[in-house]
């Protein structure tokens, strides 16, 4: 009876050490990170959510909308002449909510709510271009420096364009 339980418990440990093992190296050949693509039609442009996901050979951007399937964008590592890193800085609060948000809180506490007309929130951007094919992504606070990262480590650099200093 001990035995028997025994057996049972090595394969059970076994099934799901090789599990483990196997969802781990699936998650190590793909990776995917929400970022937004620009898209042009009609001489406007728009932001449209969509998934970039880094693959073994080719990083692939897929809008969420099924609508935008024209948009998908494909690109081998190899292939990539360039990829760029920016950022644009825009004010927390628009004109009129800023000045909005001044007058109703100082109202409560006069002055505090001025320095927040200053500050500024950074929007990251990256463009991907290869000889015939281009992407221009808005991406998350949180994630710009992961997927700058993953383009790296398969071999593409990404350069940083910095604000000029007055």
Do not use: C
């Not at 025994?6 to 076994?14: A, E, F, I, M």
């Not at 897929?62 to 590592?77: H, M, N, Q, W």
């Amino acid at each position: 009876m001990r035995s028997l339980i025994n057996s049972r418990l090595t394969v059970l440990v076994l099934v799901l050490s090789l599990l483990l093992v196997s969802s781990g190296m699936a998650q190590s050949t793909s990776r995917t990170f929400a970022v937004e693509l620009v898209v042009t039609k009609d001489k406007t442009s728009f932001e449209t959510d969509a998934d970039i996901i880094f693959g073994e050979k080719t990083v692939k951007i897929v809008p969420d909308k099924s609508s935008l399937s024209t948009e998908i964008r494909e690109f081998a590592y190899t292939d990539i002449k360039f990829a760029e890193q920016s950022y644009s800085k825009k004010p927390i609060f628009s004109v009129g909510g800023g000045i909005t948000t001044v007058v109703l809180t100082s109202l409560i506490v006069p002055f505090i709510a001025v320095p927040f007309l200053f500050i500024k929130k950074k929007k990251h951007w990256m463009t991907v271009r290869t000889d015939d094919s281009y992407a221009v992504l808005k991406l998350g606070d949180r994630n710009f420096r992961q997927i700058a990262a993953e383009l790296e480590t398969r071999g593409v650099k990404v350069s940083e364009l910095k604000e000029k200093e007055k």
